[in-house]
């Protein structure tokens, strides 16, 4: 079998970023996502922000992505931990989930490095990230808590990607 390539988002000076694959080896759940923000394809009932807007939503969410890529602060507000290793991207209601890897198909989860009281969300442990970060799952969020179904996606798509390594 033809060794997986996954799309690189950015290669910045902290961190690789790149896009997870589906255990079909052709479905990038977080192009698609990408995707449907720029051709304003994400109902606003949904948690999105309105169609018009979507892709400014995008342009300041690859913002983050790109800022955490080259080592920047980002804002503790822009990220939340999931648990287990899997964390989440933040713009307006949508949600990006993400991990660390080493690349062996092993997830090492890192804790949080403390809480946030200001923005309520856990503090993502920088420093002891390992190089590469995946995207994974992209979905909007209506309410505060994150609907079980998209965590189990997230959750899915994150252990479809590890299994590539593995092999």
Not at 97 to 125: E, K, M, N, R, Y
Not at 129 to 135: A, I, K, S
Request: charged letters at 25%; one cysteine or more.
């Amino acid at each position: 079998m033809a060794e997986l390539v996954r799309p690189v988002v950015f290669d910045g000076r902290s961190f690789l970023i790149t896009m997870c694959v589906r255990g079909d080896r052709i479905t990038v759940p977080a192009r698609e996502f990408f995707n449907a923000l720029r051709e304003r394809r994400l109902m606003p009932n949904t948690g999105a922000p309105p169609l018009a807007e979507q892709p400014r939503y995008l342009v300041r969410l690859a913002g983050v992505i790109r800022n955490l890529s080259e080592g920047r602060t980002i804002s503790h507000s822009k990220t939340n931990y999931l648990g287990g290793g899997l964390w989440e991207f933040r713009e307006w209601g949508l949600r990006l989930s993400f991990f660390d890897t080493d690349g062996s198909g092993i997830q090492h989860p890192q804790s949080p490095a403390g809480w946030d009281h200001w923005s309520g969300t856990h503090v993502l442990p920088v420093r002891s990230l390992n190089e590469e970060l995946r995207l994974g799952f992209g979905f909007s969020k209506q309410s505060q808590h994150t609907d079980p179904k998209h965590l189990a996606e997230a959750w899915k798509v994150m252990q479809e990607d590890l299994s590539h390594d593995a092999r």
